[in-house]
């Protein structure tokens, strides 16, 4: 089946810095991502949609200039959190349609702890 | 936009007996409905999915059941085994043709326990 390989799969920063998030199809295109955050014993809740040569579209509440997202390929696709705080720290999780369309191809998902 | 909600948050079953979530959704336009199992700090993983135009789908110890009418679909696990033990989440999005799968939403999940 389809591969989402996503790094790195643990992160710790400090307060302030930035982090990046990648997620590449191994074999297959990606022209949608979908990128999700999940804190501790709860749901998965959708940050963003990315789509390869267009910006991404983002969820309700979900601030632009904080989780910058780059579709840079049809097999690419990266989430960087600027200036993390505290409360940024959460389980970060890409997931692309296959080829088929239906279903969904989940990346291993990065936890990121900011202290 | 959709809204899911599923119940119930926790479930202890005793080993060999059944378990069943239950969830509902919001949006009449969705038509594909997956049902995963995640494990801590894991992806989610598929167990099994079921399209609008079908009323129920079994694999193995596993069913789904689907009513269109009063959008809810069900999660059926019989035969428990302590391995069944995670936490299940339910998941509706729209799947266009020619555009594929647009947003899955997720339901707030079940933490299931299976006591041997």
């Known amino acids: 089946g389809a591969v989402v390989s996503q790094h790195p799969s643990r992160v710790i920063c400090k307060s302030g810095t930035s982090v990046k998030i990648e997620c590449r199809s191994l074999d297959f295109q990606a022209t949608t991502m979908f990128w999700y955050r999940q804190f501790p014993k709860k749901s998965l809740m959708l940050m963003a949609t990315?789509?390869?040569?267009?910006?991404?579209?983002?969820e309700q509440g979900v601030e632009k200039d904080k989780f910058l997202i780059n579709h840079a390929s049809l097999t690419l696709s990266t989430l960087t959190v600027t200036s993390a705080h505290p409360e940024d720290s959460s389980f970060y999780i890409c997931s692309a349609p296959g080829t088929r369309g239906e279903k969904l191809f989940f990346g291993s998902g990065t936890q990121l702890s900011v202290l | 936009g959709e809204n899911v909600e599923q119940h119930p948050s926790t479930l202890s079953v005793q080993e060999g007996d059944s378990a069943v979530i239950k969830c509902t959704y919001s949006d009449s336009a969705s038509n594909y409905f997956p049902w995963y199992k995640q494990e801590l700090g894991k992806r989610p993983q598929l167990i099994i999915d079921?399209?609008?135009?079908?009323g129920e789908k079994k694999d193995q110890r596993i069913a789904v059941t689907l009513n269109k009418t009063a959008k809810h679909f069900s999660l059926h696990i019989t035969e428990t085994q302590p391995e069944d033990s995670a936490v299940y989440f339910c998941a509706a999005s729209r799947v266009r043709t020619n555009f594929g799968n647009e947003k899955l939403t997720f339901g707030t999940g079940t933490r299931l326990t299976i006591i041997p």
């Open positions: 990315s789509n390869e040569g267009s910006k991404a579209t983002y």
């Open positions: 079921i399209r609008s135009n079908v």
